[in-house]
């Protein structure tokens, strides 16, 4: 029994001048040929598709394709069930092109084909609806990837997907575990801010994933996040006052939000800003630790031996 997969990103292109197939994962294939999608979209596609949706995709930049011949997927699977699960690959990918870069990508709707070769066929359709926007609010822009940015998309999504399986911090574990690591749950909040339309509550989002990075106790946890998180940016060529002022700054913009103040209207004509920047920080910081054993194991410490670590850097400047 094989399974067949169709769909696409909306909101990305891939550059023009890149025309080759790349594996984002074992399974789920960007396409860009002509002659290759003209293949995979087949009539019988557009039968159960429909005329919009089928159009959608033999206009789109790119295709996303999965074929699976008589492996991962049972033959007691429907094409329903196995589409739920190459949906799931999806949106880990979704959601870790922000490490990349600031988008909005969506996954509209995918298809999935259970078949024979000449006597069954069996089609489902799902999608991941939920609504993206970029760092400051903005929504349906597109982003283009170049070929070296799909290769770090890849490899960035392989070290996080096995960082977060090995820590106890996926999308089947609980967020409240005490196992759930410190950067698994600033990913989670992460993921909350990009589906935020408002940069209030982006920014409300964003501060929370700092929380979860770099807090260990509520006292002074203004005082406390600011000089931590200006502390750590200094060693990638960050000016520690400016972040430090910026994340106080952030962070009464939290305070205000969660506790249902408002703002003045000067302030809140800057908020896009100030999320963008916010935005940054965050990626600059999350993309260190992933790509450092040092500094995993660091985030990876128990509350005690975290707060040392922070304490002698700060006075010590070691």
């Not at 070929?147 to 574990?173: A, P």
């Not at 749950?185 to 994933?209: D, G, Q, T, V």
Request: proline residues 1%; glycine residues 2%.
């Amino acid at each position: 029994m094989n399974f067949k997969f169709i769909s696409t990103f909306r909101f990305m292109k891939i550059a023009e001048e890149y025309k080759d197939d790349f594996d984002l994962l074992p399974g789920v294939i960007l396409i860009r040929s002509n002659e290759k999608t003209r293949k995979i979209l087949s009539k019988e596609l557009k039968e159960y598709a429909g005329s919009i949706e089928f159009e959608h995709l033999t206009q789109a930049n790119h295709i996303i394709y999965g074929n699976f011949i008589d492996e991962v997927f049972d033959s007691t699977k429907t094409s329903a069930q196995a589409l739920y699960v190459w949906l799931l690959w999806l949106d880990m990918l979704v959601f870790s092109s922000w490490l990349v870069k600031d988008n909005c990508i969506q996954c509209e709707m995918a298809f999935c084909n259970k078949y024979t070769r000449k006597t069954y066929s069996e089609w489902s359709n799902n999608s991941l609806m939920t609504l993206f926007t970029t760092s400051s609010g903005v929504r349906w822009v597109d982003t283009e990837f170049s070929q070296q940015e799909l290769i770090e998309w890849e490899s960035k999504n392989d070290k996080l997907q096995n960082y977060l399986d090995k820590n106890n911090s996926t999308i089947f574990d609980s967020f409240i575990d005490s196992k759930y690591s410190r950067y698994g749950r600033a990913y989670s909040f992460i993921k909350s801010a990009r589906r935020e339309l408002n940069p209030a509550m982006k920014i409300a989002h964003y501060c929370s994933a700092l929380e979860s990075l770099f807090s260990t106790d509520s006292s002074e946890l203004s005082h406390k996040l600011s000089e931590r998180v200006a502390i750590f940016l200094k060693d990638y060529g960050y000016d520690p006052l400016e972040v430090f002022d910026d994340i106080k700054k952030f962070y009464n913009i939290r305070s205000k939000v969660t506790h249902g103040d408002s703002l003045k209207t000067s302030k809140v004509d800057s908020l896009p800003d100030e999320s963008s920047k916010l935005d940054g920080y965050l990626r600059r910081i999350m993309n260190e630790i992933l790509e450092s054993e040092h500094l995993t194991n660091i985030f990876d410490r128990e509350k005690n031996s975290f707060e040392n670590y922070f304490k002698e850097k700060i006075l010590t400047g070691k």
